[in-house]
């Protein structure tokens, strides 16, 4: 019997391909949702048990592996599992959440001796099915060693970042980039759609190029059809600046990208499109290029 049995708490659409990849590799001993009805679905699909609570799921298993929306949900779940939670048993967070929420629930955690992980990730939901993630983990080493195989069950790369709560600060670091990817391609194919382009060509040459790049090669196409559905919910990625924001405020830096992409994804919520794939900025970028173009 391994000592990493693990119970998956958030069935969305990076938690539900993380715990299929758990089950295959052996380490999956039970899942939780906030909405019973997904976690009773998969359950039965990986003929798993299907905990009633947090504190349930946590008092069977050595390592909760949990992947939910923002900090105030990750702490919400991470109270409701204390009951159940031991000295020894591990926390491992894949949420994208903020490096001071991360370290605070660290704290509390180690005042029962549960030890805590920050392990964002990316790559998408295609990472998560295809168990080809990105991990960037903050732990303490014995821990990160102890438990680096329940990661490496859906991820392709694991990498220790240093003390809990430098996973979040990578994954911040890694932020700042995606948003600036997408403001550039959603910009660049909005102006190809302008310029009367061909599509399929377009992408065939920007993405043999130069101007090559994840985004471009797994949202082009989708985003030039107008199908936004599947993804990244774009009022996620908006939380996600929030939070750079704020530690760019803290170390009084200036960052008009973020800034930028930030205004663009908040206008994007209040007209109801926040859960949209990012790529559903290329509406606004659209709508912003002139007449006739939208
Ligand atoms: P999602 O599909 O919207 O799923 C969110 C999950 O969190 C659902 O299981 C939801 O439960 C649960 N949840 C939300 N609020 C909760 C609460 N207060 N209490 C308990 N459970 C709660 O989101 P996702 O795309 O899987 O993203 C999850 C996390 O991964 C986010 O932090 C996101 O930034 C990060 N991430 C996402 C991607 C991506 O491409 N999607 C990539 C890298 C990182 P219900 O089913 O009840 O709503």
Known sequence: MTDLRTGVIGLGAMGAPMARHLSAKGFLQGVWNRTASKATQLAAELDTWHADSPAALAQQCDVLLVCVSRDQDLESVVEQSLPGLRAGSVVIDTSTVSPSTTVALAAVLAGKGVDYVDAPVSGGVEGAINGRLVAMVGAELTIFSRI?????????????????????ATKAVNQVIVCGVAEAVCEALALGEKL??????????????????????????????????????????????????????????????????????????????????????????????GPGND
């Open 148 to 168: 680096q195989p329940v990661i490496a069950a859906f991820s392709a790369a694991v990498t220790h970042m240093g003390p809990v709560g430098s996973g979040q």
């Open 196 to 289: 009367n382009l061909p599509r399929e060509r377009l992408l065939a040459v920007l993405s043999s190029g130069a101007a090559d790049g994840w985004f471009l090669r797994h949202r082009g196409l989708s985003m030039l059809e107008g199908r936004f559905e599947k993804g990244f919910k774009l009022s996620l990625l908006l939380k996600d600046l929030e939070i750079v924001k704020a530690l760019a405020r803290e170390l009084g830096m200036q960052m008009p990208v973020v800034e930028h992409a930030a205004q663009d994804y908040a206008e994007l919520v209040s007209a109801g499109e926040g859960n949209n794939d990012i790529s559903g900025l290329i509406r606004l970028k659209k709508s912003k290029s």
